[in-house]
């Protein structure tokens, strides 16, 4: 897919954007402990790709936008960088799978979307964990418990329930991204003179 310049420049934006999100509120999030931080960079940043996608609504520009954040990345303070950089590429490309099935963009491509980036979060640790850093998959699943059990004081036991529960908050808060990006996008194009799009949402 070729781009006009016009369009590199907007999705240089809005990967710059998504970008800034992982470097700033990142390094706040982890700073204040926030717990599920992943997921609520997943979903700021992809709500961001997914705006960038009604400026540019064209197969690849997701992933364009994806990639200009994960270069971003390399800026950000700390070392541990390699396995954000991997999350935002794959949230990028799941993001943008979705958004190229639906075709034309609309606010339940967009809902998917978020909601898929934001499930990502969850499923990473399973495999860069093992595939990039040599964790034992029990390790990673242990984790997984103890997140539930901090986070929803479900008992370790119940490790069913936990993944149900993550899953649902995964997909809820995701979903409610995807819907607010597409709204707030809408918004934007408005005030900003560009063409709406004629959905029944």
Not at 82 to 88: L, R, W
Not at 110 to 118: E, M, Q
Not at 133 to 154: C, P
Request: charged residues 10%.
């Amino acid at each position: 897919m070729k781009f006009t310049t016009r369009e590199l420049v907007m999705m240089a934006v809005f990967g710059a954007l998504w970008g800034l999100v992982e470097i700033s509120l990142g390094s706040v999030f982890h700073a204040i402990d926030l717990p599920m931080t992943g997921m609520a960079l997943a979903v700021i940043g992809v709500m961001v790709a997914a705006i960038g996608r009604l400026f540019v609504p064209k197969r690849g520009s997701t992933i364009f936008i994806g990639v200009i954040a994960m270069v971003l990345k390399l800026f950000s303070i700390g070392s541990a960088v390699i396995g954000p950089m991997v999350g935002i590429l794959a949230e990028a490309l799941i993001a943008e799978l979705i958004l190229d099935a639906f075709g034309k963009p609309s606010m339940l491509s967009f809902i998917f979307a978020c909601a898929g980036a934001s499930l990502w979060t969850l499923i990473q640790p399973f495999v860069t964990g093992v595939l990039l850093f040599g964790r034992n998959l029990l390790v990673v699943w242990l984790d997984l418990l103890d997140m539930g059990t901090r986070v929803f004081g479900i008992p370790y036991q119940a490790g069913f329930w936990i993944v149900v529960v993550l899953v649902s908050v995964h997909l809820l808060f995701g979903g409610l991204g995807g819907w607010f990006a597409w709204k707030l996008g809408l918004v934007l194009k408005t005030r900003l003179g560009g063409e709406t799009f004629q959905t029944a949402g």
